[in-house]
């Protein structure tokens, strides 16, 4: 129901829309830039590669404390059809969105950084694996933003 009115919003107030300038606010920027997270991984959570990939740029760089660096579209989208969306069990991220912090970039974009917690769901019982803190860097170009650069790093298994 989150995901909805937070889409809604997005829709009605012109948050979404195919050809995008810099927001005028910080508050616009926050609004902007946790919309996009929210509706990126949503596309993550279900598993819907072809949309998740929308969100990203062509030379997106992928920094992850325990699993390495994977660098490009292509790799990115494999690594989640091969680590996130393999079959018997699905793991999903969930946003801390008490955590968020959104900077503007200059001449770029904005920085989002927080805290993300992940679930396991396996014969749909979710259990919680873990925390971590990540950073993405968001592009705007050509009217469009897409993530470029994402850290996720501080992994802990849940207590």
Not at 56 to 67: L, N
Not at 86 to 107: A, C, D
Not at 117 to 128: D, L, S
């Amino acid at each position: 129901m989150k995901k909805l009115i937070i889409l809604m919003a997005a829709l009605t107030t012109g948050i979404v829309n195919a050809q995008d300038k810099f927001p005028e606010t910080q508050k616009e920027l926050e609004a902007k830039i946790i919309t996009l997270d929210s509706l990126a991984f949503e596309a993550y959570n279900t598993c819907d590669l072809e949309k998740s990939r929308t969100f990203f740029t062509e030379d997106v760089e992928f920094y992850h404390d325990k699993g390495g660096i994977s660098k490009g579209c292509d790799k990115l989208m494999e690594s989640i059809r091969k680590n996130i969306c393999n079959g018997s069990q699905k793991i999903l991220r969930k946003p801390v969105l008490s955590t968020f912090e959104v900077y503007p970039m200059v001449g770029y974009g904005a920085i989002l950084s927080g805290d993300h917690e992940f679930y396991i769901v396996e014969n749909g019982v979710e259990r919680k694996t873990g925390t971590a803190k990540f950073t993405h860097l968001w592009l705007l170009e050509n009217g469009k933003w897409k993530m470029s650069r994402i850290l996720s790093y501080n992994h802990k298994p849940a207590e």
